[in-house]
C-alpha cells in the first residue's frame, strides 16, 4: 500500500558533481518497502515541472524509519530536488511497484548493475547478505570518475567486481563479460540486474542461454506511478508483433522476470 | 450548504468527480481515500473487446502538463463487469462508464451491455486523439457525432453523456448536433492535440508522433469552451481541463459547468479531487453560497 508523505531530508551527502544521496524520515514507507520498489516525488508546489519524478531506493533503515534514495541531476525536475535542504519536507509517494526483488530460494546470486542503475541494487544485495545467500556483485561504470558506493556493495558482497568501459580504475571492459565468466565457477543459480538498456539487453539473452532465473528493473516514462494511467508500458515477450500486449513498469514492475518482457 | 446536484438524471453529491483515463477503475486511489468522497468516478475508457494500446513511450511531461498516448488500454467490458464494477460499487458515488469502439456498430453493441448493468451512466468517448479508428473521427463532425449519439439513444436508457473534442473549429456546433441527437449531457474538454520533439534524436518523443494534452496548461481554452458551449445547448455540461483545486471549478461552473471532472491532476496529488470538493465548499463559505446550483452559469460577461 503507497502512502504520501511530507517527509523531512534528515541527510543529504553529494557524492560525484551530479549525483545525491538523500535520506529521509519516511517510516510509513520504511515499514512497507522492499528491495526494488521505488517512490515518487513532486518536487514543487507549483504545476511546473508538472509530474512527479519516479526514483529507485538505495537503502532502507528499518530501524530508523530512515530511506535513502541517489539521483543524477539531470533536468528540471532533479535539480530542484537537489537544491532542498536539510530540514526541508519531501512531497513523496511510496513504496510503488508490485514487482519487487526476490531471492527465495537461491544460494548464490549475481548481482549485475552499471552507471546509476546500480543504486536499487544495494538493498537488495543487503537483504540478500543478511539472509546467509552468496552475493557476488558486478558493477560497469564508464570512467573512473563514474564510480561510486563502491565501500558500500564492498560490505554487502561476498565477491564484488568493479569494471570501467575504458580501464581508468579497476577492470576492463563491461561488467557482464565478467558475469559471464563466473556463471560455472560461481555456481550463480540467479542474476540481478539494473542498469541501462544494452546492459540489460546482455543479461537478459545470457540468462536465458545459461537457463538462470534472472531478474531486471525496467524504468519507462511515467505518469501517475500507481497504475491508473497505464503510461509506463512494456511488452511482454509472449505476445506476437502484430499483437503487441504490454505490462506496466509501476504496477507488474518495476521488476520483471527478465524472460517475460521485451526489452 | 447544498453541494448535491442532479446532473442529467445522475444524482451526485458534489459535483466533482474524476476524468476517464486518470483514475483506472478507482482501485489504485481508494488506498488514498474513500471514494465515496467523490461526486461520480468516470472510468477507464472501456471497449466491447480488450484493447493493447499504443507502444511507449506514451507519456511525456509539457509546460504545466502532460501528453499522453495511451491508446485506450483496457481489458474489455465484460473484464469489467465481472471485476471492476463489483468494486466499484462498494462505494457510495455516482459510477459512469467511458465508452469507446472503432464503428458505430461496435458503439451500439458496447452500449447494449452497459445498458443492462449496474451503472448510474454512460459517457460515450467520441473524443480520443490517439486511436486510429473510431473515437475522435467521429468526434470532429457535426454528422458523425449526431449518428453516434443517435444510434447508441436507441439502445441506452441510461443518462447518455457525450464527450467531446476540442480539436474542432466550432465546439458549440458539435455540441449542438448532440443535444439534437437525444444525449443527456455533454463534456470537455478532452485533451488537445499536441506534440513534443526531443531535439537532440531529432524526434517525436511520443512513438505514436502525437498526443493528447491535458493539466493546467490547457485550462483557459477549456473554460472558454465550456462557455461557448453552455451558450449553445440546453443540456447539462460536466467540465475538464487542467482543474486542481476549487478555485479552478468553480471557474469552469461560473462558465457554465453543471458539474466538473479532474484529470491530469490525478497524477500529482492522489488526494487532488477530494481536497477539490473542500475547495468548492469553502468558496460557498466564504462567498456565504447557499446551493450551489448558484454558480452554474454565473458568470458576468464584461
Redesign the interface.
Known amino acids: 500500500m503507497a502512502n504520501l508523505l511530507l517527509a523531512e531530508l534528515v541527510n543529504k551527502v553529494q557524492l560525484k558533481s551530479d549525483i545525491y544521496k538523500f535520506s529521509v524520515k519516511a517510516p510509513e514507507i520504511v515499514k512497507e518497502a522492499k528491495p526494488g520498489n521505488f517512490i515518487e516525488i513532486r518536487v514543487s508546489e507549483q504545476t511546473e515541472p508538472f509530474l512527479r519524478r519516479p526514483i529507485s531506493i538505495y537503502n532502507l533503515d528499518k530501524e530508523n524509519g530512515i530511506l535513502e534514495f541517489i539521483f543524477q541531476v539531470k533536468g528540471k525536475g532533479t535539480s530542484i530536488l537537489a537544491k532542498k535542504q536539510i530540514g526541508d519536507k519531501i512531497d513523496i509517494i511510496g513504496p510503488l511497484g508490485y514487482g519487487t526483488f526476490k531471492t527465495e530460494g537461491y544460494k548464490n546470486i549475481a548481482i549485475i548493475g552499471g552507471g546509476i542503475g546500480v543504486f536499487p541494487l544495494y538493498e537488495l544485495s543487503k537483504n540478500a547478505k543478511e539472509d546467509n545467500i552468496k552475493v557476488n556483485t558486478y558493477l560497469g561504470f564508464r570512467n573512473k570518475e563514474n564510480v561510486v558506493l563502491e565501500e558500500e556493495f564492498n560490505k554487502v558482497s561476498d565477491k564484488l567486481i568493479i569494471t570501467t568501459d575504458d580501464g581508468t580504475y579497476k577492470e576492463k571492459g563491461f561488467a557482464i563479460n565478467f558475469l559471464a565468466e563466473d556463471i560455472e565457477k560461481e555456481k550463480i543459480d540467479a542474476i540481478f540486474a539494473c542498469g541501462p538498456l544494452p546492459m540489460l539487453k546482455a543479461v537478459q539473452k545470457l540468462s536465458i542461454e545459461k537457463q538462470i532465473p534472472c531478474q531486471i528493473s525496467l524504468e519507462e516514462k511515467m505518469a501517475c506511478g500507481l497504475g491508473a494511467c497505464l503510461g509506463c508500458a512494456v511488452k511482454t515477450a509472449q505476445s506476437p508483433k502484430e499483437a503487441p500486449e504490454y505490462v506496466h513498469v509501476c504496477k507488474i514492475g518495476p521488476v520483471f522476470n527478465a524472460i517475460d518482457v521485451e526489452i | 450548504m447544498n453541494t448535491k446536484i442532479n446532473f442529467a438524471g445522475i444524482e451526485m453529491k458534489n459535483p466533482v468527480t474524476v476524468a476517464s483515463?486518470?483514475?483506472?477503475y478507482g482501485?489504485?486511489?481508494s488506498?488514498?481515500f474513500d471514494l465515496s468522497k467523490l461526486g461520480g468516478i468516470i472510468t477507464?475508457g472501456t471497449s466491447l473487446k480488450p484493447r493493447?494500446?499504443?507502444?511507449?513511450?506514451?507519456?511525456?511531461?509539457?509546460?504545466?502538463?502532460?501528453l499522453?498516448s495511451?491508446g485506450l488500454?483496457n481489458p474489455g467490458v465484460e473484464y469489467f463487469a465481472e471485476n471492476d464494477l463489483p468494486f466499484l460499487r462498494k462505494f457510495d458515488t455516482a459510477i459512469i462508464v467511458n465508452a469507446c469502439g472503432s464503428s458505430i456498430e461496435e458503439y451500439v453493441e458496447l452500449c447494449k451491455i452497459l445498458n443492462t448493468l449496474d451503472i448510474d451512466g454512460v459517457e460515450l468517448n467520441l473524443s480520443c486523439p490517439n486511436v486510429k479508428e473510431g473515437c475522435m473521427a467521429f468526434g470532429n463532425t457535426y454528422d458523425g457525432v449526431e449518428r453516434v449519439t443517435s444510434e447508441v439513444r436507441k439502445v441506452l436508457d441510461k443518462p447518455l453523456i457525450v464527450k467531446l473534442t476540442p480539436n474542432v473549429t466550432d465546439i458549440a456546433s458539435i455540441a449542438k448536433a448532440v443535444e439534437d441527437a437525444g444525449a443527456d449531457a455533454v463534456s470537455l474538454i478532452n485533451t488537445l492535440l499536441g506534440m513534443k520533439i526531443d531535439i537532440y534524436k531529432k524526434k517525436p518523443?511520443l512513438s505514436n508522433n502525437t498526443g493528447g494534452l491535458s493539466?493546467?496548461a490547457i485550462k483557459p481554452i477549456a473554460v472558454r469552451m465550456v462557455y461557448q458551449v453552455a451558450q449553445a445547448v440546453n443540456i447539462p455540461i460536466l467540465g475538464m481541463g487542467g482543474i486542481?483545486n476549487g478555485e479552478d471549478a468553480i471557474e469552469f461552473m461560473l462558465a457554465g459547468a453543471a458539474a466538473v471532472s479532474i484529470g491530469?491532476g490525478?497524477?500529482?496529488?492522489?488526494?487532488i479531487s477530494v481536497s477539490t470538493v473542500i475547495g468548492i465548499e469553502n468558496y460557498m463559505k466564504e462567498q456565504n453560497i447557499d446551493d450551489i446550483k448558484d454558480i452554474i452559469g454565473k458568470v458576468k460577461m464584461n
Open positions: 483515463g486518470t483514475f483506472g482501485r489504485e486511489y488506498q488514498f477507464k493493447n494500446g499504443n507502444k511507449p513511450p506514451r507519456v511525456c511531461e509539457t509546460a504545466s502538463g502532460v499522453n495511451i488500454q518523443v493539466g493546467p486542481i491530469a490525478n497524477f500529482i496529488n492522489p488526494y
